[in-house]
Every structure is written in C-alpha cells, then in structure tokens.
C-alpha cells in the first residue's frame, strides 16, 4: 500500500537526530529527507533512519538530479535513488525545476532559461526519470535572482513544463514569494493560475532581507507574515494540501520547529472544507 502524506511536515535533518531518540513526535504528520544525505547508509545512522521511517510517512527532496541540465543524466544516480525509496517504501520523489551540472557538479541550483526549447528539453528528461523511477517526478519551483536567456515568463515556462511533462508540482510558497519581490511580480495572480490538480504538496521557509527589493532563499530563518498570509490563499485557491516546513541552518530547538508546524495545521484547519490527502 502507499503512503499517504496529510498534514503538516517537517524535513529531517541528521543534527535533529539527538532530539529524535525516543521518538518522532506526533505533531508532525510527514517527514521529508534528501536522498544525496542518506545514501549511501550505515552503522549509527541507518538504524536511526530505520527507526525513523518505520513511524511516520516519508517524502524525498533531492538535490542532485539537474533535470535542465545539457549534460546526460545520471543513471547510477538514478538507480541508487530508486533503490532507496523502494527499500524504504518511499513512493514520492521530489527535485527542484533547476539544474546544478554542467561538464561537473557546481553544487548550486542554477535556473533554467526560460525558453520554448528549454521546455522540450526538460520534459523530455522529466519523462525518462519517471521511466526510471516508475514514480511520477515532483517538481519544485525554485527561486532564482538572474534570468538568462529569458523568452518567456516563470509562470509560462512553470506551465509549460507540467503540460508537456505530464510531471506534478511541489509548490514552495516561500520560493513564489522570494521570486515576486526580487523580479517584481504579483504572486497571488500567480498562485491562481497554477493547476490545482499539480499540486502534490508544499514547502514552506525563512528567507534573508538582503534589501527591500532583494530576498535571499536561505531556508534559515523563521517563516514571515506574508508568506503565511500566501499559504492561506493558496489553500483558498487550491484546497489544503500537505505542506513541509524546511529548516536547513540555524535550526532552533526542536521544541521551536514545532511552533510552525502547529501553525501550518492551524491556517490548515481554518480551510478545512476543502482538505486534500495525496497517495503517494
């Protein structure tokens, strides 16, 4: 059988283990992981994520599959995924809209230029992963600070990508937020013309203010007003599907990672008459 994400979820991060040790807590409805940090496992930290997965459902987040990348993609890296997923009856995959490979790995999310020939390019690739995986691809829209190439919108090239991929969409308000101020677009707008039947789950993050009109994506940083303020009218837009709170560096206490997670299932219950559980 599959899982089933509902709720609210937290990623799981190695440094949280010590907190973790006489259980995952009950607050948390799904947990996610990025593959590349688990594989390959061992020792200490295989028993651990053992006892992890064996009490909550699971999601992957990965980082590495340079889907708009010109460079072939990695089939051993593929394959490895799979196994893990399948070993940890894992049925979600999810990547980032980006590509972090060219002629070698350069360790950072570069955007795809967004062009009619880029969409072709990727949803080709979209279409041999999920071949691959025997999973449907989950895609992250990500957030980016130049546009090279650029022909056509985000929102278009977004679009574009899960129309001709037939792929579903991780939807990150933060990313969406982030992305509206730095290159001065309207997210709500936005928000309403994604596909509501796309979107397989969420992610919500901090940011960094570099400037008024410069918003940095660090995952560091509590969420803010008005990126909770875009949660809520993406559940009144698309109904309450299930959203992950991401902290990457300057992880508080457990006890206050907590605080936003029992948020997101506050603004989660405000909507309620329109939830959405997602097989997985």
């Known amino acids: 059988m599959p899982n089933e994400i509902r709720g609210a979820g937290l990623g799981l991060r190695r440094e949280m283990l010590p907190e973790l040790t006489e259980g995952l807590p009950g607050e948390v409805d799904f947990w996610e992981v990025a593959p590349e940090n688990w594989i390959p496992l061992g020792g200490k930290f295989q028993r651990q994520f053992e006892q992890c997965v064996a009490q909550a459902p699971f999601t992957t987040h990965g980082l590495s599959l340079s889907i708009g990348s010109s460079d072939p993609l990695d089939y051993t890296h593929l394959q490895q995924v799979k196994r893990f997923l399948d070993t940890h009856n894992i049925s979600l995959y999810s990547e980032h809209l980006s590509f972090c490979s060219s002629q070698g790995h350069m360790y950072d999310l570069m955007p795809i230029p967004f062009t009619e020939e880029a969409v072709a390019h990727v949803s080709e690739r979209i279409k041999v992963v999920q071949d691959v995986l025997e999973r449907k691809l989950v895609l992250e829209n990500v957030s980016y600070y130049l546009a090279p190439g650029q022909q056509m919108s985000e929102l ?125």
């Open 156 to 280: 278009d090239f977004v679009l574009a990508v899960l129309e001709q991929s037939g792929c579903n969409m991780l939807l990150d308000v933060n990313n969406l937020y982030v992305n509206s101020i730095n290159h001065n677009y309207d997210p709500v707008s936005f928000l309403h013309s994604l596909p509501s039947e796309r979107i397989v789950y969420g992610h919500i993050a901090g940011h960094f203010d570099e400037a008024e009109d410069l918003k940095v994506d660090t995952h560091g940083a509590p969420v803010i007003d008005p990126v909770w303020a875009l949660l809520e009218e993406a559940y009144n837009r698309h109904g309450v599907f299930p959203t992950l709170l991401e902290r990457d560096f300057n992880i508080p206490a457990m006890d206050e990672l907590l605080k936003e997670v029992r948020k997101i299932k506050t603004i989660q219950r405000c909507y309620s008459d329109n939830p959405a559980t997602v097989a997985v």
